[in-house]
């Protein structure tokens, strides 16, 4: 340890982030990035098997094994504060936890969030009631106790972060061997009941991973935030991917990776709590992802919907432009077109100027005449457009007079790959089958098309 | 096509008189009986299903049509009977049996790929702990073909529609080559392409000599795509080929008072004045 240092020191962060922070932040940092690993890999099950509650429950449930773990081992002589016994008494009350909660929910009327909510603060409390019992025992060595309840990582011995190192190796392990049979699990529990799969087992091995590596962050993270260990990496994995065999390993890595800037910052400062600042380590990495994230992330989702609402506009622009005053394609009064379509004369204005910008249309006094390449681009719309109409009547079976509010807001999401496969299907029958509504107009759109194709 | 039993509710029936022809028939129900509590869903259900036939489970809400398969699967653990396939109990044969769930069963924002789910099919036969091998892939790439999805296998399943979500599910089951499958409303919600796939998958499945039980809820088209019917209301109102059970009275006695309305449906589109499907929106 550096020693205390009141004031941010950006060189011994950077120090602490490169291993070069003394031996023991170097233990500490590489347990907990061992801690986050293993919570990460198993925490993208969990969140997918829709266990995240389930977990709060487990973690808090696991205090007064903690407890009652350390009176034991002082009773029998021991150091009461190791790390196995502490890890084996908080998996026993966290799997009871667990399981009452299932008892709850089976046995009596009681749904399972209030099953959660009553065994989560009943075993709390009994842990805090176990806690300061052994306070008042006064063994003298109950001292770190306490820490169990926010988490402390400066007393990570080198064995805790080899025992964490161990508990991370199990957890890829089992998620490895069992990825097959825990996505089935996750995704269609009926169907692997039906093909055979022993679905009470599959379900209690990953509780149990859940159990263990929870009970495993306790003393570093502590009894209130170990959860955000398994669900905030998962979440935040989702964000980056469709792919469960990409989102494990992400989720492993990102839990890895804040628990290890959590506790390389908080080694800065003993006042620093390290199971906060581990926390707010995966919070800072979830925003990233939440906010950047190039398919799902709101920026990504935030800029789809403005160019798709864009394009909209545009689209009814050129509609109104090669529509024109009584079919005559000439110049039509800008604010025709806005007041058609619900715009505001500012939204118009901008509308309109995205649309001289890509070239598509001309305005001259309050007028809107197309381009060329506006014309052939209006084409193509009404093309779609079209398309649509006769795709509607022929395959949904939908009353043609329907067919064209649908069809207005629909053509602005068809793709070129499914407007090509409209026409090879509806060509052979095109002739004969064109609406009544609008003919002129159908026939202008389609020999607009073949001039552009 | 086997002897057909047109069992009634309360008919007569000795205990010992089980049906002699329960080997060859892919499905034998006896006595099954199936409670949620202490409320029967399913009462002293008896049935033999013919094989290699298109059957429907047809009945109004609540009369047990989903309980009914979920019990011949042991998703449920029936009050009492015995639920048989080709003569033996459902653990010997799960390899056989293929089943299709509601489609609003599972998350379909799960991060798997449609290719993906369709592989879950062949899990029983891939068995513990190994990989999802070529030779499965590609069995499974088949039979996203065959329900007209083959170039949508790397799609995420959330951005599929719902008729081509429930295609995935039908072609997981065809990954499973079963010999008898249960399908829980197939054609629930689903396009007039999916119906159409879906139907061109049942009818192909029948010509290779499998049987097919799919609960149904649009009586309309039983007569079209089903050759035998299941009436269901608790008990087994009526069984058997569908031009011999499907009639109006025991229609009448399976939904009780609410035929009715579908009468009055009937008739108005005998007038032509409802159109007969897809007219929703009219």
């Known amino acids: 340890m550096t020693g205390a240092l009141a004031n941010f020191d950006l060189g011994a962060l950077a120090r602490a982030l490169t291993l070069r922070a003394g031996h023991n932040t170097q233990v500490v940092m590489a347990g907990a990035a061992m801690l986050g690993l293993a919570a990460g890999v198993v925490g993208a099950f969990a969140m997918l098997r829709g266990r995240a509650l389930l977990a709060d429950v487990v973690s808090h449930s696991t205090l007064p094994g903690v407890g009652a773990a350390f009176m034991v081992g002082v009773a029998m002589g021991g150091e009461g504060r190791s790390f196995v016994p502490l890890l084996v008494g908080a998996c026993a009350t966290g799997l009871l936890g667990a399981l009452a909660v299932q008892g709850i929910t089976r046995v009596s009327r009681v749904r399972d969030d209030a099953a959660m909510a009553l065994v989560l603060s009943v075993f709390f409390g009994a842990g805090t009631v176990l806690l300061s019992v052994i306070q008042g025992l006064g063994t003298g060595r109950e001292g770190g106790l306490k820490t169990f309840i926010y988490g402390q990582t400066a007393t990570m011995l080198e064995g805790d972060a080899r025992r964490l190192g161990a508990i991370a190796l199990l957890a890829c392990a089992v998620v490895v061997v069992l990825f097959k049979e825990f996505r089935l699990l996750c995704f269609d529990r009926a169907l692997a009941r039906a093909q055979g799969w022993p679905v009470a087992m599959l379900d209690g091995a990953l509780i149990g991973l859940v159990v263990v590596v929870l009970a495993a962050g306790l003393p570093a993270v502590g009894v209130l935030l170990v959860v955000a260990l398994l669900v905030i990496p998962a979440g935040a994995a989702r964000f980056w991917s469709d792919r469960l065999s990409v989102i494990v390993p992400l989720a492993g890595g990102a839990g890895m990776a804040g628990a290890y800037a959590g506790a390389g910052v908080s080694s800065l400062a003993p006042g620093l709590p390290a199971g906060a600042m581990i926390v707010l380590c995966l919070g800072g990495v979830f925003v990233l992802s939440a906010l950047g994230a190039p398919a799902r992330g709101l920026g990504a989702v935030w800029w789809r919907g403005t160019r798709a609402r864009r394009r909209i506009a545009l689209d009814h622009v050129l509609r109104a432009g090669s529509e024109g005053a009584g079919g005559s394609a000439g110049p039509v009064a800008a604010a025709a077109i806005g007041g058609a379509c619900g715009w505001s004369g500012a939204r118009t204005m901008l509308v309109l100027a995205w649309a001289r910008l890509r070239g598509l249309a001309r305005t001259r006094a309050g007028a809107v005449d197309l381009t060329a390449r506006g014309r052939s681009e209006a084409a193509r719309v009404m093309r779609n457009h079209l398309l649509w109409e006769a795709y509607l009547v022929r395959y949904a079976e939908m009353a043609p007079s329907h067919v064209h509010f649908a069809a207005d807001l629909i053509e602005h999401v068809l793709g070129a790959e499914v407007v090509r496969e409209l026409e090879r299907s509806l060509e052979a029958e095109e002739p004969a089958g064109a609406p009544a509504e609008g003919a002129g107009e159908a026939d202008a759109a389609r020999h607009g098309a073949g001039g552009t194709a | ?282």
């Open chain 2, 1 to 282: 096509m086997d002897v057909q039993r047109h069992r009634r509710a309360g008919a007569p029936r000795s205990l010992d008189a089980l049906p002699e022809h329960s080997a060859s028939s892919p499905l034998s129900i006896h006595a099954l009986t199936v409670a949620y509590g202490r409320r029967p869903v399913l009462w002293n259900v008896d049935y033999d299903a013919p094989a290699g036939s298109l059957i429907a489970i047809v009945g109004p809400n609540g009369a047990g049509k989903s309980t009914l398969i979920r019990a011949a699967l042991g998703l449920l653990r029936p009050a009492s009977g015995k639920v048989e396939f080709w003569g033996r109990p459902y653990g010997e044969v799960r390899g056989r049996i293929g089943y299709v769930p509601q489609r609003e069963s599972v998350d379909w924002d799960f991060p798997v790929s449609a290719l993906d789910v369709v592989c879950m099919g062949r899990y029983g036969r891939i068995g513990w702990v190994r990989r999802v091998g070529r030779a499965h892939r590609e069995a499974a790439r088949a039979c996203l073909s065959r329900v007209g999805l083959g170039d949508l296998g790397d799609r995420q399943i959330s951005r599929l529609s719902g008729g081509q979500q429930q295609r995935v599910f039908i072609a997981r089951a065809l990954a499973q080559e079963a010999d008898l499958y249960f399908m829980d409303e197939p054609f629930a919600g689903v396009d007039a392409a999916t119906e159409r796939a879906i139907v061109d998958v049942l009818r192909a499945l029948r010509s290779e000599g499998r049987t097919v039980i799919c609960v149904h809820h649009d009586v309309q088209s039983v007569r079209e795509y089903f050759d035998a019917v299941i009436l269901l209301n608790m008990r087994i109102v009526a069984s058997g080929p569908v031009g011999e059970a499907f009639t109006r009275e025991n229609l009448q006695r399976t939904y009780g008072g609410r035929l009715t309305l579908l009468d009055a449906a009937g008739e108005a589109m005998a007038r032509g004045e409802v159109a007969p499907r897809g007219g929703h929106g009219a």
